[in-house]
């Protein structure tokens, strides 16, 4: 058998795994663009990861989305790493190359900015400064791709003020910390805000940052996407922000990874958003 009879397989890792919406994205385009090819949800515990990311390439599969909590671990046993992913120190896509090598690469940051873009038409990055709520994988992607769109000012908060610290170290002095105590006043004025935590998500605590300072021009998104509209963005709808889910983020990251492992770039429409959500 030659390598052009095995069926491509791809999936998602990640502990939990179960609430991911990838299988249906990539379902969608496998038979829309008529690909053989499957792509399977795996729960791979930490200790497990870089024994299954070495297995998964001889069991024929060609590349793996990498969600929570091993997007920054994975950088570790990957054999290269893009420049994207180095910057935003994770990585949600790695491809098994026909050389051996495991390939890391950061799309979140592209998918942020398209959802954005694609969502709220007249967002502009350098309208004011931009707070984050969160300091972890997802939040280094999103800090690069604020940076790097213009925005000048960066105010960020964490639960654990460290990890703020370390990624305030690593971007520069537009990037500005705030105790999480603290974390509803940052609000203030701020034109783009994002929650780049997991509070909202099914199943965990909710966000508890109070949004009293929230102006109604801001431009608000979330990157859960499960429930579709969380608490906070209902309470920013509310306000009269522009808010934008983070399912668009996740369509628009999936995109680099079909076209890698299956040969085509597949297009993030309404038709693909409507077979994720039924």
């Known amino acids: 058998m030659t390598s ?30 008529g690909v053989r090819g499957h792509y399977i949800p795996m729960d791979v515990a930490e200790n497990d990861l870089e024994a299954a990311i070495r297995a998964l390439p001889k ?21 290269l790493v893009t420049e994207r992913a180095e910057l935003t120190g994770s990585a949600n896509t790695l491809t098994f190359r026909d050389d051996g090598m495991v390939h890391a690469d950061s799309t979140d940051g592209c998918g942020f900015m ?7 038409a007249e967002w502009n990055p350098a309208q004011g400064p931009a707070a984050i709520l969160g300091a972890g994988g997802a939040a280094r992607a999103v800090i690069a791709s604020l940076l790097n769109a213009g925005v000048e000012e960066i105010r960020l908060s964490n639960r654990t003020r460290t990890r703020s610290e370390n990624l305030r170290r ?35 605590d909710e966000l508890s940052v109070p949004l009293g300072a929230l102006s109604g021009d801001a431009v608000v998104t979330d990157l859960v996407y499960v429930p579709l509209e969380t608490e906070f963005l209902a309470q920013a709808r509310r306000t009269g922000c522009q808010t934008v889910d983070g399912l668009g983020m996740l369509l628009f990251q999936a995109a680099p990874g079909f076209e890698s492992w299956f040969g085509i770039r597949p297009h993030v429409d309404d038709q693909l958003r409507q077979a994720v959500l039924s």
Do not use: C, Q, Y
């Not at 994205?25 to 663009?33: E, G, N, Q, Y």
């Not at 398209?114 to 709220?120: F, G, P």
């Open 59 to 79: 069991l024929g599969f060609v590349g793996v989305n990498v969600t929570i909590p091993h997007k920054e671990r994975v950088l570790e046993i990957a054999d």
């Open 170 to 204: 690593e971007f520069g002095a537009r990037v500005r910390v705030h105790d999480w105590s603290e974390a509803g006043d940052m609000l203030t004025g701020a034109k783009t805000v994002v929650n780049a935590t997991s509070l909202g998500m099914a199943g965990n």
């Open 4 to 33: 052009r009879d095995r069926i491509p397989l791809a999936g998602v890792i990640g502990s939990p795994v179960a609430h991911s919406k990838s299988p249906r994205i990539f379902r969608h385009w496998l038979t829309r663009f």
């Open 114 to 120: 398209e959802n954005l873009r694609s969502n709220a």
